[in-house]
């Protein structure tokens, strides 16, 4: 049964993308894409207008899924709600994407969906060269897990 079709009043439409270059981000879009639907789920490369773009559809909410130093151990998985995208201090090193920074053009042309989460895995040596495939489908399907339950609760809220 698709949850997006069920009768009765339209549910809340929520988008999630992975976001960044292909990485850990793109590998939980593919895996959410392959299970059941509960939302819209597409990958975008690491800048502001591809994410401008999809969010400017009139989406609800919006979940945004990529590896980011937060300042966790590696491989912690961290939830965050910018209450203001462009106001948050945090920032990615040099040369990595920011989906903070890239939610500033968005927010800018007012067009940021109600609720905003950014679910960011914690990069080090750990979650990259030295991770076994075993170890990186591990992390990928706990956030698929994660960001699922965050997608049914936006739907409830806004149900």
Known sequence: MDLRTSPGPPRPRI?????????FGAAVARGLAA??????????PANGLDLACA???GYDGAILVT?????????????????DPRTDGRRSRPGEPDPVEALRPVGELGRLPGRVLLVCREPG????AHETPAERTAAV?????LVR???????????
């Not at 988008?15 to 990485?23: C, R, S």
């Not at 339950?149 to 149900?159: F, K, N």
């Open 55 to 57: 969010l400017r559809r």
């Open 67 to 83: 590896a980011a130093p937060r300042g966790a151990p590696p491989g912690t998985l961290t939830v965050l709600e910018p209450l």
């Open 149 to 159: 339950s965050l997608v049914t609760a936006m739907i409830a809220e806004r149900g």
């Open 35 to 44: 299970g059941p639907p509960l939302a819209d789920v597409i990958d975008v």
């Open 15 to 23: 988008l999630v993308t992975g976001f960044g270059a292909g990485g």
């Open 141 to 145: 399907d706990e956030a698929i897990r």
């Open 125 to 128: 040596q750990e979650t990259t």
